[in-house]
């Protein structure tokens, strides 16, 4: 046995037990075997684009200090890894090495899983998968083609989103304050036949079941909430003026209808070539609706408001108003219907408009009290206002006015009751080469025609030139295209787009549960064992896209029967970002650090532990090459700590100042891990007990609180802590039993004390029950909880009741 500390030997060795034992493979359980107390653990799978950052070091140790936890406490504990190895990240890495899609993905896969190694991650390695593996892509198109029988699967032309510089289209979610989420890129507007899916069939369910999510952060829910937007109001169906052409618009204020002093469609809407065909505002419209086309959503947003008249009226259908109908690119075609009833008064962009081109503008909602509204207050608008200039529904409180008044528009049918949304379906197609095979083909005689199950999968061609040029590389492979019809056997045409990598990921997870299985996606009885994951963990910038993808497609599958749950996750974690020099790491910015080049140094259990200590894990931190040293240095302490004590007879700790430590030290580690997700205190916890044991070596109980350490500190440093089991005369630590603090060690000298905000619980702390007051309410206020719910300001009062209680008063 060594007496010196050297990592790179002892992480080697013990790799390679856990590789030659299997040592956290999971077997599927028996049938009947349900019963069983499980923890799924699912970390969002890696796109192999390059090498591991220190994200997924962190990502990645999260996971695996859960896992080890719940697997050393009883659980059946399945945790897989794979590679989203589709789709636009893994496609342009290549062509930035100007290499082939297939060849880099290959190559990044296999020096990911030889650093996943390296780290020591306790992973079901037989349970590994590629979205690119057509083993596992024969299953998503299978699930496309379930998906395109329940008419969720469909095909239009529509105006969509399109990234310039990837030269493809983009779902709606993949577009960030016009940018793409991709490559930065400015989109475009284009119109395009395209394949969606019909998420919004699911708007409601979405929503609803979120309710289920009680152990999501509270952040990410909004963000699903707000982007599905759901809003209450009312259809309203305007009449072109001299035509039998409907305009129907939603508004969320209907009672501000006899306000509308004209009309707006948005330059893509499909009547605007009609209204103005041989008209004399023909050229001025279309050269207008051209331009807008060229214009890039921000630069739609930021540009001052301006239009063209049509020449055309909408008849307001309370009142019979002919109003001017304007084309103006304010209005966008992907909310609402394209089109909008503009009320100058009491909207600021319709105000902004009605003010350039002369346009009137009447008050219709002004507050009960009889003060004039605030000229320009838009977002003022009350519960306690009522209508003027409105007919008959003068006098009305607006709340009441907008259910009388769409009550009105419905038994005229001119409208009615309805939602709005701000989801739109989910655009899945892509014109690149590297994804997943749309399995259709169109036949000239029978149309859209999907590829037979036993048919699949349709293999993605090997393509030399598989550069983006707008149409799908796929049309370029001859001999692929052309194909047969399946159903009247003339000759066909393969779909050439692909599907977005978003779809591999909406189902990947419940693959892990049976990835070998050649006659379906997995078998029920086993997704069921497993699902819903117990523990999600993956970065903040997926609350959308692959989230709500995600449980869009859990919930169709549920009603296909082929699983029995609605929500994929149970619980999620996001973790926060790792800063270095104060920004964002980025190889443009030169601050990335290389977790492989840390572990040759100081050993991967040194990168794991400090990636873990360096700040509370859902939360961004600043990466310090002192700090990992500073890691390896408490490292080589416990080292020499434990070689100390391990000549020392093992004897049943008696009740020592430092045996009640070493108890406290277990409740608070397995509290902070498995109930608070807090993974940085209780390494500073082991750091302290590591520190008594070298304060009073001779102590009786200094052994029983060295094995304590080791076995406490096993989920973030596995291979050291497994070495010093050893020597302390153990084996298999990974399998043995987590430690128990003795609550009759821990009742005398520990303490929980609540810690509240204005009255209301924020943490919980374990202290010395003898701990001095201004201590415990140091301790209190050094609290992450305690501090995000004082939002920085001195309390106006605290109360202290000794060993129960401390309440900052704010
Ligand atoms: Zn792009
Ligand atoms: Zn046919």
């Known amino acids: 046995m060594s007496e010196r500390y050297d990592p790179k030997q002892i992480e080697a060795r013990w790799q390679r037990v856990w590789e030659e034992e ?18 799924f653990v699912v970390e969002m799978l890696p796109y192999p684009s390059g090498e591991l950052h220190m994200g997924h070091v962190l990502n990645y140790t999260i996971g695996d200090v859960i896992c080890h936890v719940r697997r050393r406490r009883g659980f059946q504990v399945l945790r897989p890894m794979g590679y989203d190895a589709f789709g636009l990240p893994a496609e342009n890495a290549a062509i930035r090495e100007g290499t082939h899609p297939r060849e880099s993905t290959e190559r990044n896969i296999a020096a990911i899983r030889v650093q996943m190694r390296r780290m020591g991650w306790a992973i079901d390695w037989d349970r590994e998968l590629s979205t690119a593996d057509p083993a596992f892509y024969r299953w998503t198109q299978w699930l496309f083609l379930r998906f395109y029988e329940r008419g969720l699967a469909y095909r239009k032309e529509a105006p969509v989103k399109w990234c310039p510089r990837d030269q493809t289209v983009l779902a709606n979610e993949q577009v960030i304050n ?50 599905i937007g759901r809003s209450p109001g009312a259809r309203v169906l305007f009449r072109v003026d001299g035509s039998g052409e409907e305009l129907p618009v ?36 279309t050269s207008y609706v051209r331009h807008a086309g060229a214009r890039t959503a921000v630069e739609r947003e930021k540009k001052e408001k301006d239009g063209v008249f049509t020449g055309r009226y909408a008849v307001n259908p309370v009142n019979d108003e002919r109003i001017p109908i304007w084309v103006a690119d304010y209005v966008l075609m992907e909310y609402g219907s394209g089109a909008i009833m503009a009320v100058p008064a009491h909207d600021e962009r319709d105000h902004a408009f009605a003010e350039r081109y002369g346009l009137e503008i009447r008050t219709v909602v002004r507050p009960a009290d009889g003060d004039e509204p605030e000229p320009g207050a838009f977002s003022a608008h009350t519960e306690n206002e009522v209508l003027v200039n409105s007919g008959s529904f003068d006098g009305l409180p607006a709340p009441e006015a907008k259910r009388a008044i769409t009550a009105w528009l419905a038994e005229r049918g001119l409208g009615g009751e309805t939602v709005g949304y701000r989801l739109r379906d989910w655009l899945l197609s892509r014109q690149r080469y590297w994804g997943c095979p749309i399995p259709i083909v169109h036949c000239e005689r029978c149309g859209e025609v999907p590829v037979p199950d036993d048919q699949l999968p349709v293999v993605l061609p090997e393509l030399e030139d598989f550069l983006p040029r707008g149409r799908s590389p796929l049309a370029a492979a001859e001999d692929w295209v052309a194909t047969s019809c399946p159903s009247c056997g003339g000759a066909a045409r393969r779909e050439t787009d692909t599907m977005d990598t978003f779809v591999d990921s909406s ?11 050649a006659d379906g996606p997995f078998s029920r009885d086993v997704a069921d064992f497993w699902l819903p994951v117990n523990q999600y963990i993956g970065g903040i910038e997926h609350a959308i896209l692959h989230l709500l993808y995600a449980r869009f497609f859990t919930k169709v599958m549920q009603e296909m029967g082929l699983v029995g749950f609605r929500e994929p996750f149970a619980r999620l974690f996001n973790q926060g970002m790792i800063h270095k020099d104060g920004a964002k790491m980025s190889k443009s910015k030169g601050n990335v650090v290389d977790p492989l080049m840390y572990s040759e140094r100081y050993g991967a259990d040194a990168v794991r532990t400090f990636v873990l200590f360096m700040g509370p894990a859902d939360q961004d931190m600043e990466w310090q090459d002192s700090g990992v040293e500073g890691v390896w240095r408490f490292l080589n302490r416990l080292w020499r700590v434990v070689h100390e004590q391990a000549q020392k007879p093992a004897v049943a700790a008696p009740d020592t100042a430092l045996a009640r430590k070493a108890h406290a030290t277990i409740a608070k580690v397995t509290d902070d891990i498995d109930r608070r997700f807090l993974f940085n205190t209780p390494i500073a916890a082991v750091m302290e007990l590591v520190n008594e044991i070298g304060r009073a070596p001779d102590d009786p109980a200094a052994r029983f609180a060295t094995e304590t350490a080791v076995s406490l500190i096993q989920p973030y440093a596995p291979h050291i802590a497994e070495e010093l089991w050893g020597v302390l005369g153990g084996a298999r630590l990974w399998q043995h039993p987590w430690p128990e603090a003795d609550p009759a060690l821990l009742e005398r000298d520990v303490v929980e004390v609540v810690v509240q905000v204005n009255g209301k619980v924020r943490d919980r702390l374990h202290v010395a029950a003898a701990i001095p007051e201004e ?26 009741v000794p060993g129960k209680l401390v309440n900052f008063v704010v």
Not at 507 to 517: A, C, L, M, S, V
Not at 775 to 800: D, F, Q, W, Y
């Open 22 to 39: 299997r040592a956290f493979a999971v077997p599927n359980p028996e049938p009947g075997e349900g019963d069983r107390s499980k923890a």
């Open 507 to 517: 189902w990947y997870f419940i693959r892990y549960t049976d990835p070998h299985n």
């Open 178 to 227: 016009g940018h793409c989420d991709r490559c930065g890129a400015e989109v475009e507007a284009r119109s395009l036949t395209q394949w969606f899916f019909r998420i919004t069939d699911y708007a409601d369910v979405l929503l609803d079941e979120m309710e289920t999510l009680e152990s999501w952060p509270e952040r990410v829910l909004t963000m699903q909430r707000n982007w």
């Open 250 to 285: 939603f508004t969320t204020r209907p009672d501000t209808l006899f306000g509308a002093t004209f009309f707006v469609l948005a330059p893509e809407h499909s009547l605007v070539g009609q209204l103005v065909a041989g008209s004399e505002q023909e050229d001025e419209v």
């Open 775 to 800: 201590e415990l309410v140091a301790l209190a206020r050094a609290s992450e909880r305690v501090r995000a719910h004082l939002n920085g300001g001195e309390p106006r009062k605290t109360i202290v």
